[in-house]
């Protein structure tokens, strides 16, 4: 979607908002998977209100994108324009146990960001690509633990109420790759408080967890990682595996040889030959083992 009326592109400016005409979404998404549209870069927090005032008058529908590694976007022109927030500098404040941290920052680089200043917790998440805003709003987690456990505040603007708000960490739920934030509420910045450790302690387990993605997932390729969530009790890995089905191709979008519940793009996929190989995959589950897949990854699909 193109915003062609001037004046709301000659408004922009003020409203600390950098528009990017006809972004391609495959270069933004880890999948490498997308059409394009508008692309509004946010470069500061109180302008949002006022943004989204001025999309809505205009009747210009949104969506909210953080790192772009969990989404699989439709292909084409997409029937919607994309906010992003812009990278704040410094990303990480540190005051004694607590981390203040924008929801853009990078989250690989906040884990060893924080290691450095002797707060640990988050070792498991090293490797999961994407933004802290991104980690937050799925509740991220990986080898035990979960973003959510450390989550004291969340700066958030809530499409509801139309304004920027503070939540405390209490007064959100945190569940397994799920969260009570509402679907059109745009994280803004977390405070989180992390455990003290020694800085080698940290790094030690960072080691482990690194190993452990190296050894099993396939990292060097674009993925969304995990495209289904695994149901109660059960690996949505194992039971691809198990039915032969790593390597099974529509077009480029292909299953990991090596975790078969990541899919690839091996080349040129699109998101229609990623959605075929997806909805392949579920009924073939279905048939097996009477399981209904959910999807892991976030699908923006027109
Ligand atoms: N397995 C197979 N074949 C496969 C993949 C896995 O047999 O192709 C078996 C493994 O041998 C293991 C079991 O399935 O016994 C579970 O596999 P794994 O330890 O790789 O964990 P997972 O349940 O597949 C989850 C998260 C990952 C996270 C890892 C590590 C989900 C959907 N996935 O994977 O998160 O990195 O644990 O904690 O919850 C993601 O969210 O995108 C993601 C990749």
């Not at 922009?12 to 495959?26: D, K, M």
């Not at 405070?191 to 060097?220: H, M, T, V, Y």
Request: aromatic letters at 6%.
């Amino acid at each position: 979607m193109r915003i062609e009326n001037p004046g709301i592109g000659a408004a922009l400016p003020e409203l600390g908002v950098e528009l990017r005409s006809g972004s391609a979404l495959s270069d933004l998404t880890s999948l490498g998977i997308g059409g394009t549209t508008d692309l509004l870069r946010i470069k500061k927090h109180e302008g949002i209100p006022d943004l989204l005032n001025l999309l809505d008058a205009n009747g210009i529908p949104h969506r909210f994108l953080g790192g772009g590694s969990n989404l699989l976007v439709g292909d084409g022109e997409l029937p919607w324009v994309v906010l992003q927030l812009a990278k704040p500098e410094p990303e990480v404040v540190i005051d004694g146990t607590f981390a203040q941290v924008d929801a853009a920052a990078d989250l690989g680089r906040t884990v060893t960001f924080c290691a450095k200043n002797d707060l640990g917790g988050m070792e498991g998440l090293i490797g999961v690509p994407g933004t802290v805003g991104g980690a937050l709003r799925m509740n991220a987690g990986a080898y035990g633990m979960q973003i959510g456990s450390y989550v004291r505040e969340v700066k958030l603007y809530r499409a509801a109420g139309r304004k920027i708000e503070i939540l405390r960490g209490d007064q959100i739920s945190f569940e397994y790759r799920h969260t009570s934030f509402a679907p059109d509420d745009m994280m803004l910045a977390v405070k989180l408080e992390l455990p003290s450790k020694p800085f080698k302690e940290i790094l030690a387990g960072i080691r482990i967890c690194n190993e452990k993605r190296r050894s099993s997932q396939p990292l060097g390729q674009k993925s969304a990682g995990c495209i289904f969530k695994n149901p109660p009790g059960a690996s949505a890995g194992r039971m691809i595996d198990e039915l032969g089905l790593k390597g099974l191709n529509v077009g480029d979008a292909r299953i990991s040889d090596r975790h078969a519940n990541f899919f690839v793009n091996a080349g040129a996929a699109s998101a229609k030959d990623m959605l075929t190989l997806v909805a392949d995959v579920r009924e073939r589950v279905h048939k097996a083992f009477a399981v209904e897949l959910e999807h892991e990854v976030v699908v923006w699909n027109a």
